[in-house]
C-alpha cells in the first residue's frame, strides 16, 4: 500500500544512515498483507454512527503490531509514537494533523481483538498469505514451548487468580502463567502454529497440535523425548522423523562429553563408566598431577583465609551480615542434627499427668522424655515417619467404629484410571500390570502404596489446645503430649471448646501417630469401580437404610464417591481402575 511522505517527514527521510528500526519496519511493510488483515477486524470496528469518530483501522492496526513487536505497555507505546519518527512514519501518522492514539484506545482496540477472538484470524490470514508466496516449504518443523509469565496476585476485581493459569517450576526458578507452544517452519523459522495452554502442562502433549500435516521431519529438544509413542502421533499413521536432542545426562556419559567436561574443570582426575556394552572403566589424569619418576613433590604453601582453623581476626575486624547469618545457620544444623542423634529413639505412653504442667514446658514433642511407667501403650520410634491412610469425618468414625473395612484409592493409576480400553494383564500382591488396546499395544505397571501386613494409623482432622495454635505441628510442647490435650476427628465426638484450629491430617506429627486409632491391611486387590457389590458397599460403611427402602447400598455407595472424587476427575461415570484395601482394626 503506498503512501505519500509528508513534509515534516522530508527532512528525517534525507538522512544517511538507515536505522535497524527502520530496516525491520521497512520488511514488515513489504511482507504483512495489510488488505487481508483489514478485512479480519472491519466486520467488529465500529463505524462512527454514533459518538465520537473513531480513529482509521489501519492506523489502529499498525498501532497494534507495533505494541506486540517492541513489547510495549500502553503508556509507553503512546510515548514511543510521540518520540521515534519512524514509528510515526509506519503508523502512517502526522503529527501536524492528527494526533497519536492514546493509551485508553490502544486498550479498548486490543479489547475489541480478544473479544471477538480476532487473533487467530489474523494469524491465518498471514500464514496463508506466506504460503501464497513460496515462503514456508513446509517439510520440516522446529517445536518448542516457552513460558508467558504474569501476576500471581489475587488484588483485582475476583479476588483470585486466573483460572486458566497455573504455575510451574523450571530450574530453581517458580513461574505462574501461561506456556506458548510454537510450531515452526524449519527453513524460513516462520511461525505457523501456536497453541497456548497452562505453565503446568508438559510440552510432549501438544506436539501433535503444532504440526501442519504435510511435515516430513520434526526437530525439538529433549523435552519431547518418547513422542513418537503417544497416542496421538501414532494414530496419525503416516511416518515422520523424529529429530529429539540428546538429555544432558545422555551427553555427559560419552567419552566426548566427559573429556570436555574434564577440560572445563581443570584437568582433574574422573573415573566414569561409559554407555559400552563391555563396560569399562577409564580414568583420565592430567599431566600436572603425575610425579616425575625419583622426584618427591613438596607441599604447596597456601595462605591462610579468615575463618579458617588456625587463622586469626586482626583486631577490630568484624564479619559481614551475610557470613554471620551462615554461621549461625550451620551452627543450628548441626545443634538440630546432634538433638536429633540423641533423642532418636523415645518411648511415648499413653498415660495422664498433671494439668499444672500445662503451657510451662519448652520441652518440643519430638524431644519429649519417657513418661511415668505403667502405661498402657508404648511406641518405639526413630526417624522413619509412620505411614497413615486418610479418611474424611464420617468415614474416620466408621472405621473406628468396625463398620469400615474396606477403601478404595485411585492412587498410583491415574496413568489408566481414564483409559477405556485398558485391560488388567496381572496381579502380583500389591503390583498390576494393564495392556493398551489402543493403537501399539503397550503394558503400563502400577504399583500400589499400601501392601498387606503393613500397619497404618488413621489420618483425620485433629486440633490441639487453642494456645497452640500459632506454632507448627513439629514445635509442639511435650505437655500436649502428656496431658492428652489432642482431638481428633475419628473419635466421633464434637470438637471441644479448647480445641484450636482443625489441622491438615497429613500434617499429624510422628509421636502423635502413634496414639491415633491403628489398622492392619489384610488384602489389596484391582477392579473397576462398577465392580463393587452390595457386601463390599457395607463393608465401605454405607448403611442399608440410609437413602430410604429402595436405596441399595451400592447406589448410597455411589453418592459418597462422588462427594469425594467427582471433582478430581474420577466420578462414578468415569468407572476408574481404583485399588481395593481390606484392612482391620487394630483394637491391642
Known amino acids: 500500500m503506498t503512501h505519500q511522505t509528508a513534509f515534516a517527514h522530508a527532512e528525517f527521510t534525507a538522512k544517511r544512515k538507515t536505522t535497524r528500526r527502520e530496516q525491520f519496519l521497512a520488511r514488515m511493510e513489504e511482507v504483512i498483507p495489510w488488505a487481508q488483515l483489514l478485512a479480519v477486524v472491519a466486520p467488529h470496528y465500529p463505524k462512527g454512527e454514533r459518538g465520537r469518530p473513531p480513529l482509521g483501522l489501519e492506523r489502529m492496526l499498525r498501532v497494534y503490531f507495533l505494541q506486540q513487536w517492541y513489547a510495549l505497555a500502553d503508556e509507553a507505546l503512546e510515548d514511543a509514537l510521540y518520540d521515534s519518527q519512524a514509528l510515526q512514519r509506519f503508523a502512517r ?140 502421533i501414532v494414530a496419525l499413521a503416516r511416518k515422520i522423523d523424529w529429530q529429539i536432542a540428546c538429555k544432558r545426562s545422555v551427553i555427559k556419559a560419552l567419552a566426548e562429553g566427559a573429556q570436555s567436561r574434564g577440560a572445563q574443570q581443570g584437568g582433574r582426575a574422573r573415573v566414569r563408566r561409559t554407555p559400552l556394552p563391555h563396560r569399562e572403566k577409564s580414568l583420565r589424569v592430567s599431566e600436572n598431577e603425575i610425579s616425575r619418576a625419583g622426584e618427591e613433590r613438596a607441599p604447596t604453601p597456601h595462605p591462610l583465609r579468615l575463618g579458617q582453623r588456625g587463622a586469626r581476626r586482626a583486631p577490630g575486624h568484624r564479619l559481614s551480615s551475610q557470613r554471620l547469618r551462615r554461621r549461625k545457620s550451620s551452627r543450628w544444623a548441626r545443634a538440630r542434627a546432634a538433638s536429633h542423634r540423641d533423642q532418636s529413639r523415645f518411648s511415648l505412653a499413653a498415660g495422664a499427668g498433671s494439668r499444672g504442667q500445662l503451657g510451662k514446658s519448652t520441652t518440643s514433642i519430638y524431644s519429649a522424655p519417657p513418661l511415668l511407667s505403667g502405661s498402657r501403650q508404648t511406641y518405639q520410634t526413630n526417624h522413619s515417619r509412620m505411614k497413615g491412610l486418610q479418611f474424611s469425618g464420617a468415614m474416620a468414625v466408621a472405621v473406628c467404629n468396625g463398620t469400615k473395612t474396606q477403601t478404595r484409592r485411585t492412587s498410583g493409576l491415574h496413568g489408566v484410571s481414564g483409559e477405556i480400553d485398558c485391560d488388567l494383564l496381572s496381579v502380583d500382591g500389591a503390583r498390576a500390570t494393564f495392556v493398551r488396546r489402543r493403537g501399539a499395544r503397550t503394558t503400563v505397571e502400577a504399583r500400589c502404596r499400601y501392601a498387606p501386613g503393613e500397619r497404618l494409623c488413621l489420618l483425620a482432622s485433629w486440633a490441639v489446645s487453642r494456645e497452640f495454635d500459632h506454632l507448627k505441628p513439629s514445635n509442639l510442647p511435650a505437655s500436649v503430649l502428656q496431658l492428652r490435650r489432642i482431638w481428633h476427628a475419628g473419635l466421633g465426638t464434637p470438637k471441644p471448646a479448647w480445641a484450636g484450629k482443625s489441622r491438615p491430617p497429613r500434617s499429624l506429627p510422628n509421636p502423635l501417630r502413634a496414639l491415633m486409632p491403628q489398622f492392619v491391611i489384610t488384602s489389596v486387590r484391582v477392579e473397576r469401580l462398577h465392580d463393587i457389590t452390595e457386601a463390599d458397599a457395607l463393608a465401605e460403611g454405607v448403611s442399608a437404610g440410609g437413602g430410604g427402602e429402595r436405596a441399595s447400598p451400592v447406589r448410597l455407595y455411589q453418592t459418597v464417591w462422588d462427594s469425594l472424587n467427582a471433582e478430581r476427575g474420577h466420578g462414578w461415570e468415569t468407572n476408574p481402575w481404583v485399588w481395593v484395601i481390606t484392612f482391620r482394626l487394630d483394637r491391642g
Open 93 to 232: 501518522i502526522e503529527l501536524a494533523a492528527e494526533g497519536v492514539p492514546d493509551a485508553t484506545t490502544l486498550l479498548k482496540f486490543r479489547r475489541l481483538l480478544e473479544t471477538h477472538d480476532l487473533c487467530k484470524g489474523l494469524f491465518t490470514a498471514i500464514n496463508a498469505d506466506l504460503a501464497a508466496r513460496g515462503l514456508l516449504l513446509r517439510e520440516g518443523t522446529l517445536v518448542d514451548a516457552t513460558l508467558i509469565a504474569a501476576p500471581a496476585s489475587t488484588k483485582n476485581a475476583s479476588k483470585q487468580r486466573d483460572p486458566a493459569m497455573h504455575q510451574t517450576k523450571k530450574g530453581n526458578q517458580w513461574y505462574f502463567g501461561l506456556k506458548a507452544h510454537i510450531g515452526a517452519d524449519r527453513d524460513s523459522h516462520l511461525v505457523h502454529t501456536v497453541a497456548t495452554t497452562a505453565a503446568n502442562v508438559a510440552d510432549i502433549t501438544q506436539a501433535a497440535a503444532l504440526l501442519h500435516g504435510d511435515e516430513t521431519q520434526v526437530h525439538a529438544d529433549a523435552g519431547y523425548t518418547g513422542v513418537e509413542k503417544r497416542p496421538e
